[in-house]
């Protein structure tokens, strides 16, 4: 079954301690990008990449970073996480081409006390 | 830099009617896509119908359809013979043809569809 898979789907943490989200696709995408989804705001962009080791940041990308190291694979990375960072992140993946569609993952409830 | 806007925080419609939502954008380019998104109390994001902009025809899928008026950059969603598991929010979204794959999101609408 095609798919974008996230790990975990629900994490609570402190304040400083450094955490990683999972992002992985299994239809061969050259796209992928993190958002973040707060009330009202609908959602935002973090990071994209177009492909391996191609990375950019999107709209709001402080406080993050990501890898692409394999394809299939687009791990976002909270350093030191604060609680501004509380939010639902979902990656989504879709081939280079011009208006294609964006599969989502189930996204990822990060509450930061 | 693009931005979209939904003016309707919250929206309700009774069951087996018909509802429409709104979706502005602002935009200096010509080569676009725009998108709706639902997104159920599961929170999955499911693409709900695809605009290309250079296209006059409205796009249509099944029970929902938009009405794109690019002059007036406005992309509504009409959602016909409402059913209980159409209750979810609603994110339109729009794509740039020159920018990548990215998609920038309105705030949303919530649809409850009452029985």
């Known amino acids: 079954e095609a798919q974008v898979t996230q790990n975990p789907r629900y994490l609570i943490t402190v304040t400083g301690k450094k955490l990683t989200v999972t992002c992985s696709q299994n239809?061969?995408?050259?796209?992928m990008s993190w958002y973040r989804q707060d009330p009202g705001l609908g959602l935002r962009q973090i990071y994209y990449?177009?492909?391996?080791?191609?990375?950019d940041k999107g709209d709001v990308p402080e406080g993050y970073k990501v890898s692409r190291k394999e394809k299939r694979n687009f791990p976002l990375i909270l350093e030191s996480p604060s609680p501004n960072q509380t939010s639902l992140y979902f990656c989504?993946?879709?081939?280079?081409?011009?208006?294609?569609?964006?599969?989502f993952g189930p996204g990822t409830r990060l509450t930061v006390l | 830099a693009q931005t979209v806007t939904q003016s309707q925080p919250e929206m309700s419609v009774q069951e087996a009617e018909t509802v429409t939502l709104s979706c502005t954008y602002d935009?200096?380019?010509?080569?676009?896509?725009l998108f709706w998104y639902k997104q159920p109390p599961s929170r999955q994001m499911i693409l709900v119908i695809r605009?290309?902009?250079?296209?006059?025809q409205n796009a249509t899928e099944n029970r929902f359809s938009v009405n794109f008026q690019k002059a007036a950059k406005s992309f509504s969603l009409k959602i016909s013979d409402s059913q209980l598991g159409d209750t979810a929010m609603y994110f339109c979204?729009?794509?740039?043809?020159?920018?990548?794959?990215?998609?920038?999101f309105g705030g949303g609408t919530r649809l409850m569809v009452k029985p």
């Open positions: 989504a993946s879709s081939l280079l081409l011009a208006g294609d569609t964006q599969y």
């Open positions: 239809m061969n995408h050259e796209y």
């Open positions: 990449s177009m492909n391996v080791e191609v990375t």
């Open positions: 935009t200096s380019e010509n080569n676009y896509y």
């Open positions: 605009q290309e902009a250079y296209k006059q």
């Open positions: 979204a729009f794509m740039n043809n020159n920018a990548g794959n990215m998609l920038t």
